[in-house]
């Protein structure tokens, strides 16, 4: 019986993976243990094993090519085996079973029945909620400014809705009266869900108020070849009327975004065509709007003696294809920034003490410290006494950990890694510094694992070797904070009233104020800045 292998989830953020190389090629037998292939995901490139024994049959995924998470990858069986049914089967979505579950499943999705959509009875507009922004999915009715019953016209304001940027008046498109409200005032609904139906009065709309708003239009008598005679027509008068609709009439229609960023341009929308309903200009009318340009004679007589100088060049853009890890990046930290109310707390650090104390200790043969090293034990010391920094957030609970995992950030060719350096805070200097360099060297070498970045409860970003004197970072979800640490500096500083030369540091940390309020993510960095000014104090 052939056995479906699809593409793995070889880390807990992997969403798609690239095949780098096949090392089986169809035909080749397979044994349990095999290495079917190097798959590169969104942390590192990783040899995938064979779980079964067999022929490969069918390779669904080539080299160099990406594919989402459980889409078939190869096929492994019995040799000659039968496995039409499989490849045929959706390749994005089949999983991992027999070809008789696939045979049973595709016998089975033929007995639905689709239910007869509701007819629009004549002179009837259904209006849903409006998408008023590109961000918006659901919108809430502060107020409505007509009532059921009421006969509106044309440019008329219905009501005024709040979205995700402002609260904005909706206007109407329709004439009649309004025979039924389908979101009342102070309640939220998606974008496109049932927001009002105006027509005739009297109009019977209970059906289509039963079927939530979903509906056809009413059946159309003519032939067929009348129909699309008289839509060819329509079409071509449409385009004719749109066009001067808003020069030839007094009033210009625009949704209220079109009218925003019409009037942050400085553009006026009657020389705006718009292409929506009615031809209503909207935001990709006005965004892709040029103004047409003047030409103006030019006599002998105006031309000057100076002529300005237009600089000219080819224009050089090109595409280059984001990676695995890059992907992963822009979702991880997108989420992170847009889901996490960060705020951000300052302090300069002394480093007179720290860099004497390295120096001695970078004295012992075969030992080295760096800054960072004694930057990650402190803060896994002051971790220690302040558990509340310690933590993750989830919708339900704020989970404190007893553990200390610590993240350092690491630069790499496609991106950033960051290695975990797990119980950091039961480990002497030397030990975290042997065990930063190794996961460092590996994650560079792209030969980390899967484990050996999971399960960080901080992280430590550090760009001060760049010269780089303060900056902030994006938390590194589920953590709760992320310390930024810049560059040692040399400057003049106050010392019991004299102003001596010193050398400071600057840290930055962000918080998750969800989980860490202000005052004490204050009262860590001041213990933090007592580690590190005082590095003795860290093996009390």
């Known amino acids: 019986m052939a056995t479906i292998i699809n593409m793995p989830r070889l880390s807990d953020t992997m969403e798609e993976g690239v095949v780098a190389k096949w090392l089986k090629s169809v035909g080749d037998k397979i044994e349990e243990g095999d290495i079917l292939a190097e798959i590169e995901t969104d942390k590192a490139t990783m040899e995938f094993e ?33 496995i039409s049914a499989i490849i045929n089967a959706s390749p994005e979505t089949v999983k991992e079973e027999t070809i008789a579950e696939i045979i049973k499943e595709e ?37 409505w400014l007509k009532k059921v019953g009421d006969t509106v016209e044309e440019g008329i304001m219905l009501a005024e809705i709040e979205t995700d940027k402002a609260t904005m008046e909706f206007e109407c498109f329709y004439e009649g009266t309004i025979l039924y ?17 105006i027509g005739p009065a009297g109009t019977d709309v209970s059906a289509i108020v039963a079927n939530g708003g979903a509906s056809t239009p009413a059946e159309k008598t003519t032939s067929e070849k009348e129909e699309v005679k008289t839509a060819a027509t329509k079409t071509e008068e449409e ?3 749109n066009s001067s ?12 975004l079109a009218k925003k960023i019409a009037s942050d341009k400085g553009i006026n929308l009657a020389d705006i065509n ?39 060049d080819e224009e050089k853009s090109k595409e280059v294809k984001n990676s695995q890890m890059r992907k992963a990046i822009a979702k991880s930290l997108g989420n992170s920034k847009f889901t996490a109310p960060h705020f951000y707390l ?3 650090v002394d480093m007179v003490n720290a860099m004497t104390s390295r120096k001695t200790i970078n004295e012992i043969p075969d030992v080295k410290v760096s800054f960072n090293d004694m930057v990650v034990k ?9 558990p509340q920094v310690n933590t993750s957030w989830t919708e339900t609970n704020t989970i404190i950990h007893s553990h200390i995992h610590v993240g350092v950030a690491v630069a790499v060719a496609d991106g950033l890694l960051v290695p975990v350096v797990k119980h950091t805070d039961q480990l002497s200097l030397t030990q975290i510094g042997a065990t930063v360099r190794d996961l460092a060297g590996k994650a560079r070498e792209k030969k980390i694992k899967v484990d050996e970045m999971q399960g960080s409860t901080f992280t430590v970003s550090n760009l001060g070797m760049f010269g780089i004197e303060s900056f902030t970072s994006i938390i590194n979800q589920p953590n709760s904070a992320i310390l930024s640490v810049g560059a040692i500096i040399e400057k003049p500083v106050v010392k019991k009233g004299q102003i001596v030369v010193g050398n400071t540091m600057k840290l930055t940390l962000a918080c998750d104020h969800r989980t860490v309020d202000g005052a004490v993510g204050a009262q860590f960095l001041q213990t933090l800045k007592t580690f590190i000014e005082n590095p003795v104090t860290m093996l009390a």
């Open 50 to 82: 064979s779980f079964y024994e067999g022929t490969l049959l069918y390779i669904g995924i080539q080299e160099g090519e990406t594919s989402p998470v459980d889409v078939l990858l190869a096929v492994i069986g019995e040799e000659n085996e039968d």
């Open 107 to 143: 016998s089975i999705t033929k007995e639905k029945s689709s239910t007869d959509s509701i007819t629009i009875p004549e002179g009837v507009q259904v209006i849903t909620m409006p998408r008023l922004s590109d961000t918006m999915t659901d919108g809430t009715v502060a107020t």
């Open 181 to 197: 409200i389908g979101v009342q005032e102070g309640e939220t609904a998606p974008v496109d869900s049932l927001l009002t139906i």
């Open 239 to 241: 385009i004719t009327i």
């Open 245 to 256: 609709n808003n020069s030839q009439s007094g009033r210009v229609f625009a949704s209220p």
């Open 274 to 312: 718009g292409s929506g309903e009615n031809g209503r200009v909207i935001k990709k009318d006005v965004e892709n709007y040029t103004p047409s340009t003047k030409i103006k004679e030019i006599t002998g007589s105006s031309v000057t003696s100076s002529e300005s100088y237009i600089a000219t």
């Open 346 to 348: 300052n302090v300069e």
């Open 378 to 386: 402190a803060c896994a010391m002051a971790l220690k006494k302040h």
